[in-house]
């Protein structure tokens, strides 16, 4: 388990915090190439351990799929999906990387997934299956509609 230090930090998030700087820092001004991030997110989901990774797999399958029109990219350190502005739509947490019992897909406000004054926006994920397979496919469709 993570600890925390004085910055109220815990070892985790100063990681996650310097991957995510890392990434800004070779993205550059001019952003990189599709191929290139994409290559970055499947490396990201490669490293995981196998329960995260088969889940990584997944989502990326599908948001691919779904919704050709977002940008792979990693944020944070995890697999994350952008529009042509480059503002994050979705992304997968493993669970891994913050010591959490569970994986997790989020979305960021850009994503249209309003539904009255108040909506969840993160989603706990246990494991793959057809029913997971329906829910995350619509919430995408729904996100960039």
């Not at 070779?26 to 190439?33: H, P, S």
């Amino acid at each position: 388990m993570s600890t925390k230090k004085k910055s109220g930090f815990t070892d985790a998030e100063r990681a996650a915090i310097k991957e995510r700087a890392q990434e800004l820092k070779t993205q550059g001004r001019g952003g990189q190439k599709r191929a290139d991030n994409e290559q970055t997110v499947l490396d990201a989901i490669a490293e995981m351990p196998d329960d995260d990774r088969v889940l990584g797999e997944r989502i990326h399958a599908l948001v691919t799929e779904k919704a050709p029109d977002l940008l792979p990219k990693t944020w944070y350190g995890m697999p994350a999906y952008a529009n042509s502005d480059g503002k994050v739509i979705c992304f997968f947490q493993s669970a891994d990387k913050f010591d959490s019992r569970y994986a997790s897909l989020g979305f960021n406000d850009d994503a249209k997934l309003d539904d009255g004054s108040m909506w969840p926006v993160s989603f706990a994920i246990l494991e793959w299956n057809p029913e997971v397979e329906r829910q995350v496919r619509n919430l995408v469709e729904v996100a960039v509609s």
